[in-house]
């Protein structure tokens, strides 16, 4: 067991580590950032209470992102999902509330394991071994369904690759 | 492009150790090309600030922990003032002693002799 002040300095330097990345994490997953405050506010919670029984066996990323996930599905279990998004993106650009809005609906269409490896791979950081072991998949299932969120994200948010030019058709080919 | 080549890529960006020779073939893939830049777009956008990120990172404190070294210097220099305030009172008080007339060690009281008129 840490001592209480270790575990606030653990917890702190947590926090400022992972902090943002959680957050986004579960905006990702609620779409709505009050219920994303609320949440992240519980991992935080957890890590505080965790942060003594905490060993560095396991990668902290990996241990804090584990925990915003048992949060999540916690959360998701009370049917706290919203759907409400009033409030608009940080200093954004038009451009980038448009392709923000894509892509959150993009990620919203897919499958909820394809979301949520994708989600740990990218937001956590997470090793597919470490998706794996959180999310009780196997490697090449993890590696498969963020590569099938990747193309389905892709599909949304950018414009198809251009056809090849059409020849030309001259008064020759009459 | 074959989705073996794409699949890679994907692995490649996520840190995942892939196959070197089938590395370069997957990069001579044109179609395999684009993806990896798709990936890399979206990669972007995941990675872009959400909504009300910035108010909550700089509100949050984290419940139970201790508290940060600012209120600690805040409530090191309270204790500072206090100390400092009680050291002038007793030191005021010692001074105004000074000019303090002597408190009476004894009281004599004179009581008027009788006194008869001839």
């Known amino acids: 067991m840490r001592p209480a002040a270790d575990t606030g300095e653990v917890a702190i330097g947590m926090f400022h580590r992972h902090g943002a990345a959680v957050r986004r994490f579960l905006y990702r997953l609620t779409r709505n950032p009050a219920a994303a405050d609320d949440l992240a506010g519980e991992v935080f919670l957890r890590v505080v209470q965790a942060a003594p029984g905490y060993e560095a066996r396991e990668r902290e990323a ?35 509330q448009v392709e923000g809005l894509d892509l ?6 897919l499958p909820e394991d394809e979301r949520i490896a994708l989600l740990l791979g990218e937001m956590g950081g997470l090793s597919y071994a470490e998706i794996a072991e959180a999310t009780g998949a196997t490697v090449p299932a993890v590696r498969s369904r963020i590569y099938r ?10 414009p198809p690759p251009r056809a090849a030019a059409a020849p030309v058709r001259g008064s020759h080919d009459d | 492009m074959t989705t ?8 490649l960006i996520d840190r995942e150790p892939v196959d070197p020779d089938a590395l370069a073939v997957a990069l001579d893939d044109p179609e395999a090309r684009g993806a990896l830049v798709a990936f890399a777009r979206v990669r972007a956008e995941l990675h872009a600030p959400v909504p009300g990120e910035r108010e909550w990172m700089a509100t949050r404190q984290v419940p139970g922990a ?36 002597p408190a009476p060690a004894r ?9 008869t008129r001839p």
């Not at chain 2, 073996?4 to 692995?11: N, T, Y």
Request: proline share 7%.
């Open chain 1, 62 to 96: 990996a241990w804090v992102f584990r925990i915003a996930q048992n949060v999540w599905r916690d959360a998701n279990r009370r049917r706290i999902r919203s759907v409400e998004d009033a409030r608009p993106a940080d200093a954004a650009s038009p451009a980038r």
């Open chain 1, 104 to 109: 959150q609906r993009g990620l919203d269409a």
């Open chain 1, 149 to 158: 969120a990747r193309q389905t994200l892709r599909a949304r948010l950018l």
């Open chain 2, 4 to 11: 073996d080549h794409a699949e890679l890529l994907s692995a």
């Open chain 2, 66 to 101: 201790a508290p940060p070294r600012r209120q600690l210097w805040r409530l090191a220099a309270a204790a500072v003032l206090l100390a400092a305030g009680l050291g002038a009172g007793v030191f005021a008080e010692r001074y105004a002693a000074r000019d303090r007339p």
């Open chain 2, 107 to 115: 009281v004599v009281q004179l009581d008027p002799l009788p006194v």
